[in-house]
């Protein structure tokens, strides 16, 4: 699938401690390095991204990638295996 990074909002963070932690928790998911197709960084933060593509879901979610590609601007080829977890807390972790 492809995602792209919505860059301005890294630095607020939810009760879950970090958005990693909050993506961990709804997903369920064990992840060990970077989505992003041909990368094996394991430096991983919660991105907040968009579905990319021909998508026009205005949602946001929250993805695992490194700290490289989440700061990638345009869009990035990531694996299907991995949940887009809601970043809207009202929904998840405020609710
Ligand atoms: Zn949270
Ligand atoms: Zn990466």
Not at 49 to 63: F, L, R, T
């Amino acid at each position: 699938m492809k995602i792209k990074n919505i860059n301005r909002t890294s630095q607020t963070t939810c009760v879950c401690g970090s958005w990693l932690d909050h993506w961990k928790k709804f997903s369920g998911q064990p992840v060990t390095h970077c989505p992003a197709s041909r990368c094996l960084n394991e430096d991983l933060v919660g991105a907040h991204v968009q579905k990319g593509g021909d998508s026009k879901d205005p949602e946001w979610y929250i993805y695992p990638l490194c700290t490289d590609h989440s700061s990638y601007l345009g869009e990035l080829e990531v694996s299907d295996s991995y949940m887009l977890i809601s970043a809207n807390k009202k929904e998840t972790c405020e609710r």
